[in-house]
C-alpha cells in the first residue's frame, strides 16, 4: 500500500500532459468537412420532406404544387453541395498550403 507521500511523489514526477495538441490544417479542414457535408445533408433532407409534405397536402392547387417543386430544387441543390464540399475544402486547402 502505498503512503500519501509517495502518490505525491509520483503525481509530481510524472510527467505533464497537454490538454489537446494543435492540429494540423489538414486535420481542421477534414474536420469541417464532416460537419458541412452532414448540416448541409440535413437541411436538404428537411426541404425534400417538407417538398414532400407541400405536395401532398396541395390537392391540386397549382401554387402549392408549385412551392413543392420549389422545396425539391432546394433539396437538390443541397445534396449537390453536401457532395461538392469536400471538393471546395480540399481546393482551400491547397491555396493555405496545407
Given at each position: ?20 495538441a494543435?492540429?494540423s ?36 392547387d ?7 417543386k ?13 457532395v ?15
Open positions: 500500500m502505498q503512503t500519501t507521500f509517495s502518490v505525491l511523489a509520483d503525481l509530481a514526477a510524472a510527467a505533464p500532459q497537454p490538454l489537446a494543435p492540429k490544417i489538414g486535420e481542421v479542414i477534414s474536420g469541417i468537412t464532416g460537419w458541412i457535408m452532414g448540416i448541409l445533408a440535413l437541411v436538404a433532407t428537411m426541404f425534400l420532406v417538407i417538398g414532400g409534405l407541400r405536395y401532398m397536402a396541395a390537392g391540386g397549382p401554387a402549392q404544387v408549385e412551392q413543392a420549389g422545396n425539391f430544387k432546394s433539396a437538390l441543390i443541397g445534396y449537390a453541395l453536401a461538392l464540399a469536400p471538393v471546395v475544402l480540399s481546393v482551400l486547402q491547397s491555396i493555405l498550403g496545407g
